[in-house]
């Protein structure tokens, strides 16, 4: 059974940062483009950032560029999203996602693209 578990997630004040995990099991990271998307309360899951299976490629939402980023560790079996600056209206479920196909994922945080989804972890941005 393929599994994505993310961790890192919890209460930060404004202005704070976080860095979220997304550990792999059961199958090579490094053969698929990896996707962190988030569900605000009451909102659409949208994505926020994507790197490509090597790594050599990323891609972020306009919301949070220059705040955020996103590499991986082959050997670590991991994608990590760093979060910085963090603003109230970042709280969401944060989830990691993997696809086969780079473009649909990475350019167009296409969520019918995605093989497998993380159960997500919870960020909270408030003081």
């Known amino acids: 059974q393929l599994q994505l578990v993310e961790s890192g997630g919890g209460l930060v004040q404004p202005g704070g940062s976080l860095r979220l995990s997304c550990a792999a099991s059961e199958f090579t990271l490094p053969n698929y483009p990896i996707a962190w998307f988030r569900q605000a309360p009451g909102k659409e899951r949208e994505g926020v950032s994507c790197?490509?299976?090597?790594?050599?490629?990323?891609n972020y939402a306009d919301s949070v560029k220059g705040r955020f980023a996103i590499s991986r560790d082959s050997a670590k079996n991991t994608v990590y999203l760093q979060m910085n600056s963090l603003k109230a209206e970042d709280t969401a479920v944060y989830y990691c996602?993997?696809?086969?196909?780079?473009?649909?994922?990475?350019?167009?945080?296409?969520?019918?693209?995605?093989?497998?989804w993380g159960k997500g972890t919870l960020v909270t941005v408030s003081s």
């Open positions: 996602a993997a696809a086969t196909e780079t473009f649909r994922l990475c350019i167009l945080f296409d969520t019918q693209e995605v093989k497998f």
């Open positions: 790197i490509s299976g090597s790594g050599g490629s990323t």
